[in-house]
């Protein structure tokens, strides 16, 4: 059964940082590209960070570019989302799905989802 699971979420002071993971088991990531999404109450889903199958290559969306860095360990089948300097415009669920392209931003072309993380930014 595949499956990923996201932790670390949680409440964080704005300016304060978060480390959030994905991990997959009945997957083996190395394989796929790995994006990380977020959706706050309301709104669609939205692309955050992508990385390539070995971790070189890796894409933002431009509100955390800067802020926000994307890794993976392939021996721990475990990808990263270090979030550096959130602001309270991150709150959201976040999201680890997998592709097997590289750069989409679009959620139909991840096929497997996690349950999702909540993140919550307060001020």
């Known amino acids: 059964q595949v499956q990923l699971v996201e932790s670390g979420g949680g409440l964080v002071q704005a300016g304060g940082s978060l480390r959030l993971s994905c991990a997959a088991s009945?997957?083996?990531?190395?394989?796929?590209?790995v994006g990380w999404f977020r959706q706050a109450p309301g709104k669609e889903r939205e692309f955050v960070a992508g990385?390539?199958?070995?971790?070189?290559?890796?894409y933002y969306t431009d509100s955390v570019k800067g802020r926000f860095t994307i890794s993976r360990d392939n021996a721990k089948n475990t990808v990263y989302l270090q979030m550096n300097s959130p602001q309270l415009e991150d709150t959201a669920v976040y999201y680890c799905?997998?592709?097997?392209?590289?750069?989409?931003?679009?959620?139909?072309?991840?096929?497997?989802w996690g349950q999702g993380t909540q993140v919550t930014v307060s001020s």
């Open positions: 799905a997998t592709s097997r392209g590289y750069g989409s931003r679009t959620p139909a072309d991840f096929t497997s």
């Open positions: 009945g997957l083996t990531l190395s394989g796929l590209t």
């Open positions: 990385i390539s199958r070995t971790g070189v290559l890796s």
